[in-house]
Structure formats: C-alpha cells, structure tokens
C-alpha cells in the first residue's frame, strides 16, 4: 500500500475521505504490471475528481505507484483512491486542503468457472437506491448502499445482487453494470439520478458500435428485463458475467453474451 507514492498501512485519523466519504476511487487489473484499460480508467478518475472539485494526481504519478506496487507482484487488481486529505471538523471545504492519493494492489480473485459459462443466478435486492443527480455516473467513496446490498447478497449465498432506485427503476449489480438483450437490441440502465458508470460498461458500449448493435440507454423496469433473451453483468474485475436465473428468467445459453465476454477479454479492445 502507499499513501502519496510512500509504503504506508494508514491515512490521518483527519482524513475526510475516512470521516465523510469524500474522494473517489478506481479499481482495475493490472496483468504483468501493465493496467488494463488504463486510458479509460484514468480519464474516468479525472472527470470523477473534476465533479467533486478534486486535484486528480497526475497518469504518470498513479503509473510510476503501480509498477512499484507491481515490481514484486506483477498481477493483482490495483486500487486507486483519491481523497480530499485531511480537513478540521465540519464539512465545509476548505481551501487549502491537500489531496491524498492512496494506491493498493492485492491478489485477482478466483471466480467459479460456472459463472462465466451457465451464468449466475442474480438476487433482487431489497435495497432501493437514493437519487442524487449531482452523484449520479461517479465512484465516490461513499458506498454504503452497496455495502448493505452486497450483505443481502452474502446472506442469499449469491455472486451478485441487481439494484433498483426508490422509483422502482433498474440500475445496476452492487459492484458491477448490468446490460440485457431483446430482439438486435441491447439494453443498459440510465445512470442520470444514480449508479455508477463503469469502465466496463462503456467498452461494451464500444463493442455495441464495433458490431453495428443498436444500443439503448433508457429507463427500465425489472419485468421488462425478464423478457430479455440474455442478461449480463459486467465490471472490470470479473469481466463479464451471464445470468443463468433471476426471478421467473432461467437461461444456459448465451451466445452474444459469451461473444462480447471474448472481446472484453482482448486487452486490445
């Protein structure tokens, strides 16, 4: 771990990134030191600075950290967080604060191989996701919706939970985007009030326009996606997942599932 390019295990006890969740964060796989999707990742983490007012460190400060992360261990997935640093009691700003940039590499995991194959089976979560069109799209540290939907999801003994807003919309996995298919069509939540707009999520994107698929970025609810031919669930750590059951939709085949899986693993694309 280091805290500002220097080993470190802690922040200040003064850190508003630890007293108000006031940063933001990028999470990315880094294989044989080399992150993947960097550009993306990076300008993502700029723009999410940018809309909280942040100074985001510099491509080659966050580089130089993960290769020496990276020297001794050359795959893991890295974790970057940027902070507003430390900051007196209050939540106004003050404006001579210093960010503090934190850079993290741990082990991949292992994932079932059932889940990039069948498909996983996806809980509907109880949990009913806040509006805040000021939030809405950014990796913003706090994250405690998804840590109390993540929970219902680790009491169900699932992979992943699907997300709805207070208005009964659908969103997004606890930590990753969700995508379906009907007729030459995909499908993607709109991301306008909440959610979080993933890197992944923008490269099937890519691939929709590569491939001449059509794809829609809309309000939905969760009926309409149990008519869908396939449902995926994308983030930059697993990569792609397709849903093998969810409520009354079951499904073992998912032929433009597994072929934008294939792609997405290109780390050309």
């Not at 006890?13 to 080399?34: A, E, H, I, S, W």
């Not at 699907?162 to 969700?178: A, H, I, K, P, Q």
């Amino acid at each position: 771990m280091l805290v500002n390019g220097l080993p470190s295990a802690s922040i200040s006890p003064k850190d508003r990134g630890l007293n108000y969740g006031d940063g933001v964060f990028r999470t990315l796989l880094v294989r044989q030191g080399r992150p993947h999707s960097w550009s993306r990742h990076y300008l993502k983490l700029q723009q999410d600075c940018a809309a909280l007012q942040l100074d985001c460190p510099t491509s080659e400060t966050l580089l130089s950290d993960i290769a020496a992360l990276s020297a001794t261990a050359p795959n893991g997935v890295a974790k970057i967080v940027v902070t507003r640093g430390d900051g007196q009691r209050g939540y106004a700003i003050s404006a001579t604060q210093t960010p503090v940039r934190v850079v993290t590499l741990n082990p991949i995991p292992v994932f079932e191989d059932i889940h990039y194959t069948s498909g996983i089976k996806l809980h509907r979560c109880r949990l009913k996701l806040g509006h805040q069109t000021r939030l809405a799209g950014i990796k913003h540290l706090n994250r405690l919706e998804n840590v109390l939907a993540a929970t219902e999801c680790a009491e169900a003994a699932l992979p992943e939970g699907l997300l709805e807003d207070e208005d009964g919309y659908l969103v997004s996995g606890t930590r990753s985007n969700l995508f379906f298919i009907r007729g030459r069509t995909l499908y993607t939540p709109d991301l306008s009030r909440c959610g979080v707009a993933g890197v992944q999520r923008e490269r099937v994107m890519d691939w929709a326009k590569e491939h001449g698929v059509e794809c829609k970025v809309a309000q939905m609810h969760f009926e309409e996606m149990l008519r869908a031919e396939e449902i995926f669930m994308v983030n930059s750590v697993f990569g792609l997942w397709p849903v093998g059951q969810v409520a009354s939709y079951k499904r073992s085949e998912h032929p433009t599932s597994w072929k934008i899986q294939e792609w997405l693993n290109d780390e050309n694309n």
